[in-house]
């Protein structure tokens, strides 16, 4: 049944079936807004045809005009006066051409037609020297024409300068625009220079020079858009036009086109400097800022030009003018070159270089006057202030270091979007199309900033610091930069160079600029005693000092004591290096071992330290305690030194103590020990993470050379983490979540305390770390097993047999395979030399038999896979020429696959490495010195090539080595064309370390990688960075060569009848506290196999030492005692 109908109440009083209120609201508001919408149709109508009737009528009146114009010009001679000009010539050909240029934005035939002929009238007309045809004459007229002349002037400029703009050289067919651009930038360098109008007198040149320079003043502030249609112009030139500027082949119209250009974007530039304003209508700065905004950014700008231009630019008119100006209204100008990235994509990509970073590099030409064919003519522009010059620099490279950030952060968003969409077609990644273009600009750009990394630029600077002699223009100079230029002002500027040159390219980038400051007399010297005495003298750079860069070090460091020290440390450092970094006499092998027998005894000056000593208080913060000064000098120094350190051997480093005392050495390793720890613990390292990069880096290899060859306290590197080191369960937890954290490619999650753990591994006693490893290993076991494999021995274990004649060809036939399920129990079953199963049952100790035995075989000199070194430990490494045995390669992956068996389960093998094989399975680089680790006499010999003091020429080297394999010898070049490259003095450093990079990177890097590959299998790289060469050695054969009876005896059980208690058992006890240490060593051997305790006691041996108890000997199977002798130590 319908629903009844609700009542409705007419508002019109009669039936509900006409309307309701909301509904003739609704109505009444539809038809209101149609009504407005009707109004507003037909304004935009009335609009529209307005617009359209004036375009309409303005086309055809600028059609008559120009048929008109074109009419009277061909009588023109006759009638050619001033007045004629401005009123018949000038008048309608401004309008039509305006209308023009302004409708089509673009050069005509017919327009171009018409300019020609005006130009060479005008130009006719300026030319001559008779007042009343003179065209220039009206600016002396009366108030009416001089206002008709100077409105007419400036339109004349802009159409000539929007010709400039459109002017194109490498367009076809363009010639006749050439020829007209010609003339249009002749006219207007006639126009704005006074001097150069014939009818003028000497009565009147007053009058007319203000007259030129109320022009110049109306171009520079008005709407002709005066510096970036010179920018469009400019943009448009080919930077190679530059390169064979000296060869004669530019042409005549591009030079004059191009001179003319440069000369009105200086013009402005004279009035300002004439003071002559007494128009009010010049805003000098707004001039300038201009200036800085269109011209100074443009991309290859010096490159772009004739050298005849760069003198008038390199003025220091110009320049200072343009440094000051970029000091005062930096927010403003900034935010007007972000504008222009956003506006215009013009000669290059403002993503990758934006237009700050190409006002930088334009500053830094047109400060310097460097010949690349003589390097006495490299210095810095005559009148430059160079303290003005350094601190605009430190401004821009700061602004392009955040526009640089910024990319980045855009970058890793967008990397991150990418990654959650799933593509399974396949397709090409389009930034792959123009990575070799921007790679190509980015090295492009880093040229524009070469002499920044030449050492002249550098040492004038220190000079200027500590002669107080520096270059300074006084007048309309703010009293803000009067001033002596300070060591802080070059270390800011350094250190923001070395940011944006790894930023362009993180491989070398940099290497450049570091290559001079390590080589540089004195300044690392002089950047140490700065640190110095801000951290150990209690001078002021906390974080309270965080401000952006003054003129000096601040707070008392620029009294006079500091200037003294300043002075005299460069001093001394002056001749340190001349003394030892240039050619020293050459060592004999006797010198050599002194020197690592001295090496390798520790100073005695720091045996009694305590940690408190190294724990460094201006820096326990971290890098957000410390002032921005302070985190500059950081940075600057720890790059430097990091560099120098890798080229540093250890005659200099330890025996003649350059460029450091070992004392001084100490205190560096101190300071960036505490800085580095606790900027991880406290911020995750991820504040200023420049300084963190260099100062983990140079800590590193402080520490590594500290490893190697001793020369600080063990308290030192223990200092920071003593007082709140986390649990050991904790910590391996920790460090578990940033491996996973790092795999995953997400740094943001990573907690500070596993940063530590992940970066400096060292600030935790090698007894924890040992623990943290074994707490991995027991995790993953863990969850192996719920997993459901078998960890041990015994049912659903993996089987293997293996005969005892060809263990290592039956492991490798049988496990090989395997990977990571190598982590499973393995149950062996041993066959006799007579191929008769030995009897026995596999509780561990036939496992730990037969990794004992396999590695005895594998790792033998003579089985051909491994070799020992020439030195006195005979350490293993990798044998060249496994590679050209059958299946070589996989045996080293294989054994790689056993050592880590051995290392999961706890198992010591006797056995240990060398020093450059483990720096490449923990995956790091090994350099010079650690060749000696390696091969003494080469080391020796390449020593003696290092410091030689004759022409090594001499000699007969060449950049080759010859490498021994069986039956022939090959010679491998260590560069491209290596055997043509004679060994000279110059290249004999580069000749050293290559020969070192080859015998202890490229050559084992096969073999290397090969077993690092079966090692990972079950060991994970996150777990053995916690530990350094010579750490992961005893980790996988044990402690030191001594055996602590108590410990043995406190972990020993008794079986089949014995007890502590038992006589035999005493008598054993005190046979073993009377034996020597070597005899105790072979005991412990002949049990496990192994002549050294486990690290961290006998607690954590596997299997337990047992001591058993055997009634009758002869009922005892020989097959069965050889099997057991592992797991048992037998006592009648």
Known sequence: ????????????????????????LEKVSQERELRNYSRRAAAAALFIQRVWRRYSVTKKISVQLQEEWEALVNHHDALMTSRWISCSLLRPFLFFITYSTTVHQKLRYKDVKCMLTCFKILLESINSTVSQKNFCSLAMGTLDERKTWLYQAKKLISVCLFILAECDYSCAGERETIFLTTLAMRLVVALTDPKGWKSFSSENIRDFDSAGKELVICTASGKSHLYSRIRRYIIKLDPRFAQNRKSGLQMEDHLLITASAVTLALRPFQVIKSNLNDFGLLDGQDVVEQYCVFILTIPWFSQRLPTVLLPALKHKSIVLQCLRTLLISKEKIFLEMSKLDQSEVAGCCPKEIPAVGWALANIINLATESDNDSADSQQFAQGLNCKLYIHVSITVAENLLACFQAVGQIKKGNHGCQNTIDDSRGTVDPDSCVTEIIGSLKMSYIDLLKPVHLQWHLMTLLTIVNKDDFILEPDNSPDEYLGKLELLDIVYFYSYMLRIFSYLNPTVGSLPILNMLSFTPGFLVTLWGALEDSIFLGKNHTAEDNKPCTSGVPGNQNDSSFQKKQRRTAKDAGNKWVTVLQKITGKSSADVDCMHSFNCSRDSSYEGDSCDSWDVEPVRQGPQGIS???SCLLHLFCATYS????????????????PFKLEQQRKVASVLNTLVYNGFSHSNGMQNVPLMDAAVRCLHLLYERDCRHPFCSPSLWLSPARKNRPPIAAAARAHEVISTNLRLGDVSTIPGMSSVIATIP???PFEERVQMFREFIKSDKDSRRMAGEVARPGPGSIEIVVRRGHIVEDGFRQLNSLGSKLKSGIHVSFVSECGLPEAGLDYGGLSKEFLTDISKAAFDPEYGLFSQTSTSEGLLIPNTTARLKENGIQMIEFLGRVVGKALYEGILLDYSFSHAFVQKLLGRYSFLDELSTL??????????LKHYDGDVKDLSLDFTVTEELPGRRVVIELKTGGKDVAVTNENKLQYVHAIADYKLNRQILPLSNAFYRGLVDLISPSWLSLFNASEFN???????????????RKNTRYTGGYSEGSRTVKLFWEVMAGFEPKERCLVLKFVTSCSRAPLLGFKHLKPPFTIHKVRSLPHIVAGR??????TYFWLL
């Open 1 to 24: 049944m319908a629903e009844p109908r609700k009542k409705q109440v007419s508002l019109r009083g009669a039936s509900a079936q006409e309307i309701t209120r909301d509904a003739l």
């Open 628 to 630: 921005k000064d302070m």
């Open 643 to 658: 560099h120098l350190l890798l080229i540093l051997d250890d005659i200099e480093f330890y025996e003649k103590q350059v």
């Open 762 to 764: 060292h600030v935790f």
């Open 935 to 944: 091969d003494p006499e080469l080391y020796r010999n390449l020593m003696y």
């Open 1034 to 1048: 005893q980790l996988l054969s044990g402690g030191n060569h001594d055996i602590d009876v108590d410990d043995l």
């Open 1121 to 1126: 005692f050889d099997s057991l002798y592992v």
